[in-house]
């Protein structure tokens, strides 16, 4: 069963949270990350470390293009100043999941609004 994460209690969220950082231990900056929801998932960015950038421009060598959406709700942030780009879509279009359940979507930019342009500036 899907529960959209509109529904989620903050305590279930927690949980999740025990569970996703434990798993990026040695893994980016846990000094600097963010934890959002989208509709269906629960996202935790974490910083990359220096040495973890150098490896990731040599691996993908410019074959990286363009970034997610943003998300659909901020739940925490520590250690990093608050980014337009990072924000939620002040309009999104929604893109639906299953036939008949309009609680389940996949946030879709509107492409026109500070964050999405932040987030498109950020590609150029």
């Known amino acids: 069963m899907l529960l959209p994460s509109s529904k989620w209690r903050h305590e279930f969220a927690k949980v999740y949270r025990e569970i996703v950082c434990p798993a990026l231990k040695g893994v980016g900056d846990p000094k600097q990350e963010r934890l959002f929801r ?3 998932t629960l996202c935790l960015h974490r910083v990359t470390t220096a040495d973890e950038a150098d490896y990731l421009r040599q691996a993908t060598a410019g074959e990286l293009d363009g970034l ?4 659909v709700e901020i739940l925490w942030s520590h250690g990093l100043a608050t980014s337009e780009s990072c924000q939620p879509c002040q309009n999104p279009a929604r893109q639906y999941v299953e036939p008949g359940r309009k609680d389940l979507w996949l946030p879709i930019d509107c492409g026109s609004c500070s964050s999405c342009l932040a987030r498109l500036s950020c590609c150029a």
Not at 68 to 71: F, M, N, S, T
């Open 38 to 40: 989208m509709c269906i």
């Open 68 to 71: 997610a959406g943003g998300p």
